[in-house]
């Protein structure tokens, strides 16, 4: 971030304003922790701050210290929106571009006269902010909050809870750690974060280690649906809304599963195909290993987008016509997925 911005920045952050913080829709761990984190950061200055969400989130995320706090946008829209427009400042995280909010928020979002800093490490950013933080080679918007802090001139100022809601992002976005995008400077921060009072035990065990029996199961239906393309050095896996059903699908319940299939011997690209019928689509997942992107796959044919190894997107046909495309399309990369 431009020195300039920091200072301007810091001038705007200097008196007490009304501030709204904004994930992206169907937020994760990143997105959580990253808007938790920065809340109980402004509000050590005095400033009016809520964390609107666009939608709800999984439980494995709902111990967070000020969770309870959090609006969401579909129950409460009404009064939601009055906050968006009454904000002198509106923060978001996670995303860079307004639709991945939903289309009915993204509208409001357009139209708030609020100034507008976006603080994110995904592709492409649209430009509708006044203030941009961007860096694709960040492991997770919440080490780039950590990083905000300490531009600011305020590490000294992070407490407790702020380093637990940071440290969760960054241990959820880089898979405990694992992912090419933690760096040394990853875990200088995760150590600081420690020492700050973030509990890592506890938190991998309140993310990780809080499995239903239903989920486990679901699990088991997945790997039971595991295929391989061999030839291609793909595997995907796909869940039905019955499927889904059977088990008693709660939000969060597929997070992590398409890193099976990415685990297996020889496997370059993994996918996960998931019906949702209430919305009328089909979610896809996809992972990859070494330089093949994702991204660039999801946003050629999948209406989305998101990093190198790691991206999202979505389909308006049909689960097994879904599948049908996706396998239809991979010739198309037979020399990246050699």
């Known amino acids: 971030m431009k020195q300039e911005d920091i200072i301007a920045i810091k001038a705007l952050l200097s008196t007490p304003k009304r501030m709204v913080i904004i994930p992206h829709r169907n937020p994760d761990g990143d997105a959580m922790g990253s808007t938790l984190g920065l809340m109980h950061y402004l509000k050590l200055y005095n400033h009016d701050v809520t964390v609107i969400a666009p939608n709800d989130y999984p439980d494995f995320l709902k111990w967070m210290p000020s969770e309870s706090s959090v609006l969401k946008f579909d129950e409460q829209t009404e009064a939601t929106i009055t ?45 509708y902010a006044a203030y941009m933080y961007s860096d694709v080679t960040m492991s997770s918007t919440c080490e780039m909050v950590y990083n905000f802090i300490e531009m600011l001139g305020d590490t000294d100022k992070i407490s407790e809870d702020i380093a637990t809601c940071i440290y969760v992002g960054i241990m959820t976005d880089t898979g405990s750690f694992r992912f090419r995008s933690t760096t040394n400077r990853t875990h200088q921060v995760i150590a600081s974060l420690i020492e700050k009072g973030a509990d890592n035990t506890e938190i991998h065990n309140k993310v990780y280690d809080t499995n239903s029996f239903d989920k486990l199961q679901l699990l088991g239906r997945a790997l039971q649906n595991l ?29 992590g599963i398409v890193n099976y299939a990415l685990s297996i011997n020889g496997t370059k690209l993994a996918a996960i195909f998931i019906e949702n019928t209430q919305e009328g689509i089909i979610k896809i997942s996809l992972r990859s290993k070494g330089d093949f992107s ?36 991979l010739p198309e990369y037979k020399t990246q997925l050699a």
Not at 85 to 91: E, H, P, R, T
Not at 95 to 102: M, P, Q, S
Not at 227 to 255: C, M, R, W
Request: net charge negative.
């Open 227 to 255: 295929k391989v393309i061999p030839e291609l050095h793909t595997a995907y896996i796909t869940l039905s809304q019955d499927e889904l059903n059977t088990f008693n699908f709660k939000k969060g319940d597929t997070e």
């Open 294 to 329: 994702v991204n660039e796959l999801s946003r050629a044919h999948f209406n989305g987008g998101g990093h190198t190894n790691a991206a999202g997107g979505r389909s308006d046909l049909p689960l097994n016509e879904t599948v049908e495309k996706f396998i239809a399309i």
């Open 83 to 127: 906050l968006i427009n009454n904000a002198d400042i509106l923060f978001t995280l996670d995303f860079n571009a307004l639709h991945r909010t939903g289309h009915e928020m993204a509208e409001v979002l357009n139209k708030a006269e609020g100034l507008k800093i976006m603080i994110d490490h995904h592709q492409a950013p649209d430009d």
